[in-house]
């Protein structure tokens, strides 16, 4: 059940009614539920969705790609580069309206840098003659920030519009749970900090320490691994961020007593001076 979110989907709507091209990005943390709204939005609707993959190789993620414009049929005839494939789709756009979506972005921009410039290209030279709408979605903030909106990014002054996706408010996360209590509601609000996949593992049929005991602390259920899940996929050596959580979780409030327990206690990190941030170096 989708819950919330009206105001994103007027904006997109209002969009798509434009019988001109429009780009709008989206972005936001991850399990903020930007795939979730981009579904909602074009379930009714001509659409192409994609989805780039972390560290996939990029003529594979063109193999998904081609299969993705081609209503992912096996036997669809596959692109030789992303050139190609955005000829397509602008072939598909000037016949019907037509939204193009590229789910996390940044990765396929891992996979080839030069996807952007690309794109660029056929937003000015081609896309821009139709009204087709194209939504390009990452979880990656400061890439979305730098590569997509920025005035250094070839994309800069195409987007027609843009939606910076935040955690949901409490009136609304109470709806994911309506039979618990108020103060329960509240409490669970405080410990999903408002993030719609972590409110959707709450049971309102169980109260709410069973809740919390069942996703927090039972090492088989979704939330018990993800802090640890979510750092792994940001940072390629994630230890010394997991280092400085379990610090403060352990008390550890003012920075010289988060740099106690890193680099002077026993943690494995003490020796790795070398990723001192600067902030712990000006000290």
């Known amino acids: 059940?989708?819950?919330?979110?009206?105001?994103?989907?007027?904006?997109?709507?209002?969009?798509?009614?434009?019988?001109?091209?429009?780009?709008?990005?989206?972005?936001?943390?991850?399990?903020?539920?930007?795939?979730?709204?981009?579904?909602?939005?074009?379930?009714?609707?001509?659409?192409?969705?994609?989805?780039?993959?972390?560290?996939?190789?990029?003529?594979?993620?063109?193999?998904?790609?081609?299969?993705?414009?081609?209503?992912?049929?096996?036997?669809?005839?596959?692109?030789?580069?992303?050139?190609?494939?955005?000829?397509?789709?602008?072939?598909?756009?000037?016949?019907?309206?037509?939204?193009?979506?590229?789910?996390?972005?940044?990765?396929?921009?891992?996979?080839?840098?030069?996807?952007?410039s690309i794109l660029q290209q056929f937003i000015d030279l081609k896309f821009l003659k139709t009204n087709m709408m194209l939504i390009l979605a990452g979880s990656s903030l400061s890439f979305m920030e730098n590569q997509v909106l920025s005035t250094q990014s070839p994309l800069y002054g195409r987007r027609t519009g843009q939606i910076k996706l935040l955690p949901v408010d409490f009136q609304t996360a109470r709806q994911f749970a309506p039979k618990l209590s108020k103060l329960d509601q509240a409490v669970m609000y405080g410990v999903t900090g408002g993030i719609p996949k972590y409110l959707t593992l709450f049971d309102d049929n169980l109260s709410l320490d069973e809740n919390l005991k069942s996703q927090f602390f039972d090492?088989?259920?979704?939330?018990?691994?993800?802090?640890?899940?979510?750092?792994?996929?940001?940072?390629?050596?994630?230890?010394?961020?997991?280092?400085?959580?379990?610090?403060?979780?352990?008390?550890?409030?003012?920075?010289k007593d988060i740099f106690t327990y890193i680099f002077k206690g026993s943690h494995p990190m003490k020796k790795k001076n070398q990723w001192l941030p600067l902030k712990m170096k000006a000290r």
Not at 15 to 41: A, C, D, H, W
Not at 75 to 100: C, H, N, R, W
Not at 219 to 238: A, M, S, V, W
Request: avoid cysteine; charged fraction near 25%; charge should be negative.
């Open 219 to 255: 090492r088989n259920e979704y939330l018990f691994e993800e802090p640890g899940n979510l750092l792994k996929q940001e940072y390629t050596d994630p230890s010394l961020y997991q280092a400085i959580i379990t610090a403060i979780a352990s008390g550890g409030s003012q920075m």
């Open 1 to 116: 059940m989708f819950i919330g979110r009206q105001k994103e989907l007027d904006t997109l709507n209002k969009q798509y009614e434009k019988n001109e091209f429009s780009f709008i990005p989206i972005y936001g943390r991850r399990r903020v539920g930007k795939t979730q709204l981009i579904e909602e939005f074009i379930r009714d609707k001509r659409a192409i969705f994609f989805t780039g993959v972390n560290k996939e190789h990029y003529k594979d993620q063109i193999v998904r790609l081609s299969r993705a414009i081609f209503d992912n049929s096996e036997s669809s005839p596959v692109f030789s580069d992303f050139d190609k494939a955005m000829e397509t789709v602008y072939q598909m756009a000037g016949k019907e309206k037509l939204i193009f979506v590229i789910d996390e972005f940044p990765y396929l921009v891992g996979a080839n840098g030069s996807v952007v």
